[in-house]
């Protein structure tokens, strides 16, 4: 159910030093919201439910909240909270510390994966740990606001495995938000930069970095993200390549496919709105320009995606559905 709260216990060395120190099975803990997990690895990203994949030791449960605590508005509002965080970087001197026996300082400003899931509990007044600062996966399995569902895994199919192993541009798109943010965090060491909307600040405060930053978002994939999209996933932009893809489930997909589409657009055109006013507010800086440049780019591959989609609807006699972006 939305709002989830699944907990994992890995098998490589970091994961079972955090398991020695909080006497748990768990190490990991992360939020579930319909199509995607979000969670606090080396940034605070979203990912596809399908791309994880766990050896038959690893230990899985899902923690729901119970039915006297949950109600739609809290479930909205707090995943509307936890995706404010996303592109966030990790608190990685407190996992040190933490996996060291050492005490634990956290970083207020940085994300740790039990407390990003407490943090966002906690601001719908729901206090899940003692202390969300502090808590480790095993306070969260603990927590008497939730209950345990155990039994939550099933035997992955070897094509489950190739989809969880292929191409993921999301991925890509996070590694290169980290890159960027830990150069230039290299680039202005007492700012402490760690997500780009407080780059976004920053930028406003000292118009004169505008030009350093964008340099520095250069040296990664950033700017050709929505290129890269295009080459690796081709059956998005052809409808003969789509109905292969899918072959019966076409239709299912090509929703889908509209569904996100429609909101990739609108919030992208949200995004250049703000640029724009920004331009006129702050500066005419070519950090602004490029990035309404990339946000134009991502758009009009969305409504590629859409006509596509739209055509292989129109193929299998659904009524095609129109879009005023979409013109």
């Known amino acids: 159910m939305p709002g989830d709260i699944i907990l994992v216990g890995y098998n490589d060395k970091r994961s079972r030093e955090i398991q020695k120190r909080t006497k748990s099975q768990f190490s990991h803990a992360m939020l579930y919201w319909y199509d995607s997990i979000l969670h606090a690895s080396s940034i605070v990203i979203t990912k596809n439910p399908s791309r994880i994949l766990l050896e038959e030791d690893e230990a899985a449960c899902i923690m729901r909240l119970k039915d006297e605590y949950r109600n739609d508005w809290r ?9 404010t965080f996303v592109g ?27 407390k990003y899931v407490a943090q966002c509990y906690d601001y719908v007044c729901l206090d899940l740990v003692e202390n969300y600062e502090l808590c480790s996966p095993e306070d969260i399995h603990k927590s008497k606001l939730l209950y345990s569902i155990d039994n939550i895994l099933l035997e992955a199919t070897q094509e489950d495995i190739d989809f969880a192993k292929s191409y993921d541009v999301t991925q890509v798109q996070f590694e290169s938000i980290y890159k960027f943010l830990i150069s230039l965090n290299r680039k202005f060491p007492k700012e ?31 700017f050709d993200l929505w290129r890269l999209e295009k080459e690796h996933c081709q059956y998005l932009y052809d409808v003969e390549a789509f109905k292969n893809k899918w072959k019966g489930d076409s239709v299912n997909q090509a929703l889908g496919v509209i569904d996100s589409s429609k909101r990739i657009i ?9 640029y724009e006013k920004k331009r006129r507010e702050v500066g005419d800086m070519e950090y602004y320009r490029q990035m309404i440049d990339l946000k134009l780019n991502i758009v009009e591959a969305a409504k590629q995606r859409i006509k596509v989609a739209e055509q292989v609807l129109a193929e299998e006699g659904v009524v095609k559905i ?3 972006w979409c013109q």
């Open 75 to 83: 479930i909205r509002d707090l995943i509307t909270y936890a995706r």
């Open 88 to 114: 966030t970087l990790y608190d990685t001197k407190a996992l040190i510390a933490m996996k060291n026996g050492k005490k634990v300082v956290p970083n207020e400003n940085r994300q740790m994966c039990a």
């Open 192 to 222: 402490d930069i760690v997500s780009l909307n407080q780059l976004e600040a920053f930028i406003e405060a000292n118009p004169s970095n505008g030009d350093c930053a964008l340099e520095l978002m250069r040296q990664t994939d950033y």
């Open 266 to 274: 609108k919030d992208k055109q949200g995004d250049i709105q703000i």
């Open 322 to 324: 129109k879009y005023p």
